[in-house]
């Protein structure tokens, strides 16, 4: 039993596991044993430090985010070209978490959905972990707009173009303030339909996914990998699919890092 409070922080982070491993047991025998686990992931986890001893001085990358960057498949090859070509160069902090909103908190309408943390904009305020990267990879928006699909009280939780780009330009000035560089992904493809015949509420999501991604190719902080993904009218070609039409396999996440990697150059050796 613990001796103090506890703070619930998210440690599922991979199912990539070539470069990083991650304990999610699914053995009914496993401790704690719980009294309600098919809608709540919960587990126990313990770590106070690590402390890495090199006489190298690495650069700090932060990726960070919704579940696309926590799964791995994105970060994994990135890491992989970063240590081949740019050895004892980068350290790679990963931060994201799945289901995180730009703008919103977790809605608490189901145990599910509260294992979705902070918003993005309020984690990155807070900076808990107290370091300041060169450089932000930031995947986000996807979660803003499905949510509000399938969750009561994130559908009251109106999106904009206005309070959606507010929140982009707020995101950037508080990366600014610590020196560090953003490189923003456009919102990639998804679908909640199995069927392939998305509803007219998830059309209408589809469209202002578009839209908002028009608009944030405009801005020079984007990297566009969204089409290269996309399925039309909407959903992850199935050459990517993880096997959601949510999320992408090892070889989505190869696609994206091969855009990213010109830009990480750029702005971390260049």
């Known amino acids: 039993k613990s001796s103090q409070e506890q703070e619930y922080c998210d440690f599922k982070c991979t199912y990539e596991t070539s470069l990083t491993n991650a304990s999610f047991a699914r053995s009914a025998n496993f401790l704690p044993k719980l009294s309600d686990t098919w809608q709540s992931r919960k587990g126990w986890f ?90 932000t990879i930031v995947s986000i928006g996807a979660n803003d707009l499905m949510l509000p699909l399938i969750s009561e009280v994130a559908a009251r939780q109106k999106i904009t173009k206005n309070n959606f780009f507010n929140a982009v330009q707020r995101l950037n000035e508080i990366l600014e303030k610590r020196d560090s560089e953003l490189i923003l992904l456009d919102i990639p493809p998804f679908t909640l339909s199995h069927t392939g015949r998305p509803d007219d509420k998830e059309l209408q999501a589809q469209k202002f996914r578009k839209e908002l991604n028009s608009k944030l190719a405009t801005i020079p902080e984007t990297v566009p990998t969204s089409l290269l993904l996309e399925m039309l009218p909407c959903g992850v070609q199935s050459a990517y699919d993880f096997g959601d039409h949510m999320h992408i396999n090892q070889a989505g996440g190869r696609v994206v890092a091969t855009k990213l990697i010109p830009k990480i150059e750029q702005e971390l050796f260049h």
């Open 46 to 135: 313990c770590l106070e430090e690590v402390d890495v001893w090199t006489k190298a001085t690495p650069k700090y990358l932060e990726v960070t985010g919704d579940s696309l960057m926590e799964m791995g498949m994105i970060t994994a090859p990135l890491m992989q070209y970063l240590m081949t070509v740019h050895p004892d160069e980068v350290t790679v902090l990963n931060t994201a978490i799945s289901g995180s909103r730009l703008i919103h908190d977790a809605p608490h309408d189901q145990p599910i959905y509260e294992t979705f943390g902070e918003s993005l904009l309020s984690r990155m305020v807070r900076n808990r972990s107290g370091f300041k990267p060169e450089l």
